[in-house]
């Protein structure tokens, strides 16, 4: 998709400094908290850009396969995998047409991408046809109602036009009896102090603040 393929040179500028780098951490601490990766899972990054978490997949030990709809965004994150030597299979395609055999994975994994796909429920539904039982779908996801949030809707002329922002309680009505569990974080503003510690801030926003960001993860039922 041409929209994000004119972001992809520049993209993971944003997280090499320091706002971008502890915001990064907040919410891989977020999701790595829900789901422990395992050597050997069968893993699918799901609309992986340039290849951030697929990188942090495989070098916990699991089999990844990553799938992105930007050309450009699959480029950068072959490279970046190839430089690490590390063995991603990389693939365009959509994830609104999740193209693999049933029962393939152990654990499908998407952060900052489902605010993109408008069917929720259907996306959700096409993924417990790839787990295997007992497999885990973890998504994460800017919120609707935090700071973050709050700021990407009033873009109305960037990427964020053609986005969807849910809250926590959005996800969870979907497949109930398969819900685990999720979590919640960051609270920092989207221009926080830099004179500042950012962990401090990030602390004290949380006893008033909305969250911006959210971790949910399900399970598919059957036995591994």
Same mark, same amino acid.
Do not use: E, H, K
């Given at each position: 998709m041409a929209l994000f393929d004119d972001l992809a040179g520049d993209y993971d500028s944003w997280y090499q400094g320091e706002v971008g780098?502890?915001?990064?951490?907040i919410e891989a601490d977020l999701a790595f908290s829900l789901v422990d990766v395992q050597a050997g899972m069968s893993v699918l990054d799901a609309g992986c850009g340039t290849g951030? =978490?697929?990188?942090? @997949?495989?070098?916990?030990g699991a089999q990844v396969q990553a799938i992105d709809i930007s050309s450009?965004? @699959?480029k950068e994150a072959k490279r970046k995998a190839e430089t690490l030597d590390l063995p991603i299979a990389f693939q365009k395609m959509d994830m609104n047409h999740l193209d693999f055999p049933r029962e393939t994975f152990d654990l499908i994994f998407s952060m900052t991408a489902i605010e993109f796909i408008a069917d929720l429920e259907a996306f959700i539904a096409?993924?417990?046809d790839l787990l295997k039982p007992g497999g885990y779908l973890l998504i994460g996801s800017i919120t609707e109602s *935090?700071?973050? *949030?709050? =700021?990407?809707q009033e873009k109305k002329d960037s990427i964020y036009n053609y986005a969807h922002f849910r809250d926590t309680q959005d996800f969870i009505k979907h497949y109930p009896k398969q819900f685990l569990g999720y979590r919640e974080g960051l609270y920092l503003p989207v221009h926080p102090d830099v004179d500042l510690d950012l962990a401090s801030q990030e602390a004290n926003y949380a006893k008033s603040a909305s969250p911006s960001f959210t971790c949910v993860l399900w399970q598919k039922a059957g036995e591994k």
């Open positions: 780098a502890f915001v990064d951490q951030n =978490y697929s990188i942090r @997949l495989a070098q916990a450009q965004m @699959l096409s993924c417990f *935090g700071d973050w *949030g709050q =700021y990407y």
